[in-house]
């Protein structure tokens, strides 16, 4: 019996937190209320306090189910591309986009965090917080994936690794938001792939290139 009734108010609470995507996708966060999300999921406001302490706090749990796109190019690459980071590099950019254009759950919870939330109060502490570790961990993993690639000579040596990471990572946030802003612009699942593949053809070796010049420091005389 016990167990039925832990079972119960699990499902309880995901039918809340399924409940509150939908609802914030189409009133947005700061003008969608408790009793909104209650009478959507067909319970009562108590039912939401029972699992959940206010709507900040019922928006993290939403926001912790899953992974953001944007997180998953902080997952290392797959056994079969470990040793190829410029493969590395295209797998993962591809896989996260192709995977937005399919999954709605995803499509869900990035067009609320991206347009459907403010930074404001509790919201805006814990959002921001994860945007940015999201973004400088990402960051961090694509420019030692770059440089590994430069030192393996698949990427070009004369390339700034942390400039290249930023403007990968920028081209993949462009492209999710550009997406999400108006879907019928553009395939996501066709055109990912051209993008990617246009960008990481600029950072390949070319002939003549040169590894960064080394500053002469000049001895001075006693």
Known sequence: MARRTKEAAAE????????AEQVFID???SRTSLDDIAAAAGVTRGAIYWHFKNKSDLFEAMMQRMKLPLEELMVRATEE???DPFASL?????????RLAIDTQWQRVSE???????????METYLRKRHLECRNSSLLRIEDTMREGMKRGQLSAAIDPKLSAVGLYALVDGLINNWLLDRKYLSLSKSAAPAIDAYLRGLLPRAGDKPAARRKTKKKRA
């Open 27 to 29: 009133k947005g966060v």
């Open 112 to 122: 609320i965090c991206r347009f459907k939330v403010e930074y404001v109060d509790e």
């Open 12 to 19: 309880t609470r995901n039918r809340l937190l399924d409940t």
């Open 90 to 98: 295209r797998a993962r950019s591809l896989t996260i986009l192709k």
């Open 81 to 83: 591309n470990a040793d």
